[in-house]
């Protein structure tokens, strides 16, 4: 049992680069969520899906887009990388009902904005 | 959106009990009390979650006091793979309002 998978692990953009992160979870869950941790801090809530085909702004939404593909994958796309996202990103999901609150995460992809 | 206040850091030693105590003052009446541990390099792990009073798990214990405006987790004789970052949050069971704030670093010593 993976849990939440997350790639690629590590990623280094040019200023202006795009790219895609992906998310995948093989517990059934029905919420999908993506934080990003800058260095010393805590975890931002960039967006969320609460269930299969919705997605809802979270936190630090600006200069991000998610897609919630099917019940399993929920991806994060950088359309124009800046240095400040330069930043560790994390997906999580969880049961969502009445154990919403326990997420389950992923190891996290470092990504590097030059 | 609740917001929390703990210590940035505590230090402990191998065998003591640790208590961190967070502060809620404006908890929402559905808002849960959750505990996560987070390890260099890995995403935040779930450790206990509670309403009021006390609840207990092969973990740790999370206490409530009545007026629900702070708790405190209590990590029983903590060994050096307890050093870690602890957050604690409050919302309500969807998960959609967490906020993670800076958390508390605990450094276990030998």
């Known amino acids: 049992n993976a849990g939440v998978t997350q790639t690629p692990k590590f990623q280094v953009l040019k200023t202006g680069q795009s790219m895609t992160l992906q998310c995948a979870q093989d517990m059934n869950h029905n919420s999908m969520y993506w934080y990003r941790q800058d260095p010393g801090m805590g975890l931002r809530l960039i967006y969320y899906?609460?269930?299969?085909?919705?997605?809802d702004k979270g936190e630090v939404p600006n200069g991000y887009n998610v897609s919630r593909l099917n019940k399993r994958e929920f991806s994060l796309r950088l359309e124009s990388a800046a240095p400040s996202q330069t930043s560790v990103y994390f997906c999580?999901?969880?049961?969502?009902?009445?154990?919403?609150?326990?997420?389950?995460f992923g190891s996290g992809t470092q990504l590097s904005v030059l | 959106l609740a917001k929390t206040t703990q210590p940035i850091s505590m230090d402990s030693y191998e065998g003591q009990e640790v208590n961190i105590t967070c502060s809620h003052n404006?908890?929402?009446?559905?808002?849960?009390i959750t505990w996560y541990q987070q390890f260099p390099s890995q995403g935040p792990r779930f450790i206990i979650q509670?309403?009021?009073t006390k609840v207990t798990n092969e973990v740790a214990s999370l206490f409530i006091p009545a007026d629900r405006k702070s708790s405190t987790l209590s990590l029983p004789r903590v060994s050096l793979s307890d050093t870690a970052v602890y957050y604690c949050?409050?919302?309500?069971?969807?998960?959609?309002?967490?906020?993670f704030g800076p958390g508390t670093r605990l450094s276990v010593l030998p």
């Open positions: 899906s609460a269930s299969e085909g919705t997605t």
């Open positions: 509670g309403y009021k």
């Open positions: 949050l409050v919302g309500d069971m969807s998960g959609q309002n967490f906020v």
């Open positions: 404006n908890i929402a009446t559905n808002d849960y």
């Open positions: 999580a999901s969880s049961p969502g009902r009445d154990r919403g609150s326990e997420l389950f």
